[in-house]
């Protein structure tokens, strides 16, 4: 809780930042303290010490499944900061509002993976949606920007609407008449079809929010007109977050009745997998094939929703650390580049060797190549279906689209290594080019030592 109400004031605190001085520097290093503040108290919270106490009337819940996840949510929004917090400012000229608003939305984030209640689940997912469509249409000069703003907050809206006809729903379904996601479908055993209704309307909300097929279609107009800075924080922070808060909603509200709904689910996660892969094969620019093979990652994350096990939970967390840390990586190294076609990235590795090994690693963990945190992710993903005994069709599927993303991620690589050119790179200094150095690091040491991070989830069981 402390994290998520710091979250909010330091939000005021860098819009105000903005007012008291004009240098960008000071403004991005108050975000920078911020983030590192914000780390800190929600790592105090798992040991369980608290800066302050706060009666949420148990519409919050802290496990440590939550905080973890919160956890690799602000360590990525670290990296993201540190980055490519220096190219929020050739977006605009209100470097101090875009971090404000990216707080507001790490403060949605905390909510959407510790609700304990649909209400909370609404606040939280409407905390981070409003400010992504600020940040999507910042680039108010780009006809793109502006587009893609608008298609992201019809899509939101209509989204939000549906969430919200299915929380009514719920509510009238339920026994007690409540909202806690605890006593949803507790003793349901013939479910009603209100409680069907509803439960459809939020898989149906959420798979919007998570560019799920066949609810992905805003999601390469918008990743491609959003400024690639703001798509950078959009396709990974938020959106492993949206999945820790998707995997806690039906665990917890709906697992009694999961056999009612793990078909809809595996058909979902195939068909995701299958349109995000096969639309990424056919891009011509780097930043769009991202954007498509960002919905071939979400169905993956599926996975862990239709298993809901252990195995599920401790894949969920893996996937969301190599996920951002991979994404976050490429996108620094794409905001660089001069051209976003494949062939912008020809001769990289012989005039910039770094970024080009470093872009190697990221691309082989989103691929699933072993020694890569992406390969171990993938693994988890496939032995939480493995695990229930069913869905093997699902599983072979998987992989064969997981071959299938190879081909892409590898045209970048060939491009790179096998190709001549002279890839034009904007200035980028040493510290640049050691936290790239430092992210591929922690993608190889997940890699090999995957216990590193899961073994937090057993060593620290804490709820408050």
């Known amino acids: 809780m402390n994290a998520i109400i710091i ?93 404000a608003l990216i707080f507001f939305v790490l403060c949605g984030v905390g909510l959407v993976t510790t609700f304990n209640t649909l209400l909370m689940l609404f606040i939280g997912i409407e905390i981070i949606s409003i400010p992504l469509y600020i940040l999507t249409g910042s680039d108010k000069r780009n006809l793109k920007s502006n587009e893609a703003s608008l298609k992201y907050f019809l899509m939101g809206a209509f989204s939000t609407g549906l969430m919200l006809l299915g929380i009514a729903f719920l509510y009238g379904a339920s026994q007690t008449g409540t909202f806690f996601i605890d006593d949803l479908g507790v003793g349901k055993a013939a479910v009603s079809p209100l409680y069907i209704s509803g439960l459809l309307l939020l898989l149906v909300s959420m798979g919007f929010k998570v560019s799920a097929a066949p609810f992905h279609f805003w999601t390469p107009d918008v990743y491609d007109g959003a400024p690639t800075v703001f798509t950078s924080f959009m396709a990974t922070v938020v959106k492993a977050a949206i999945f820790v808060g998707f995997i806690r909603l039906f665990d917890e509200g709906f697992g009694d009745s999961q056999p009612k709904w793990q078909l809809f689910v595996a058909i979902i996660a195939a068909a995701t997998l299958f349109i995000g892969n096969l639309t990424a094969v056919f891009q011509q620019s780097v930043k769009r094939m991202l954007a498509y093979s960002s919905i071939a990652q979400a169905g993956f994350m599926l996975l862990a929703l239709l298993s809901l096990n252990g195995i599920a939970k401790e894949g969920i967390i893996l996937y969301a650390a190599a996920y951002s ?65 069913k869905f093997l069709w699902l599983v072979i599927f998987a992989v064969l689209c997981a071959a299938v993303s190879v081909y892409y991620y590898f045209r970048v690589i060939q491009a790179m290594y096998f190709k001549d050119g002279d890839a034009q790179v904007l200035d980028q200094g040493p510290v640049f080019r050691g936290l790239l150095v430092v992210a591929a690091a922690l993608i190889l040491l997940l890699g090999v030592f995957p216990d590193v991070l899961l073994g937090k989830l057993s060593s620290m069981i804490y709820t408050w």
């Open 325 to 389: 840390l991979a994404t976050i990586g490429i996108f620094a190294i794409l905001i660089k580049m001069k051209d976003y076609t494949f062939e912008g990235f020809n001769g990289l590795a012989k005039h910039h060797p770094v970024l080009a090994a470093t872009c190697t690693i990221f691309l082989l963990s989103l691929s699933g190549i072993p020694l890569t945190a992406g390969f171990f992710a993938k693994y988890y993903m496939l032995s939480s279906v493995i695990a229930t005994g």
């Open 7 to 99: 979250s909010a004031l330091w939000g005021i605190v860098m819009m105000f930042s903005g007012i008291v001085t004009d240098n960008k520097s000071t403004i991005r290093m108050t975000a920078i303290v911020g983030i590192i503040l914000l780390l800190i108290v929600n790592w105090l919270d798992m040991t369980g010490h608290h800066l302050f106490a706060v009666d949420t009337h148990k519409m919050l819940f802290f496990d440590t499944f939550g905080l973890l996840a919160n956890c690799i949510a602000f360590g990525s929004t670290l990296l993201y900061f540190l980055l490519s917090g220096r190219d929020m400012e050739k977006v605009g000229g209100n470097i101090a509002e875009y971090f």
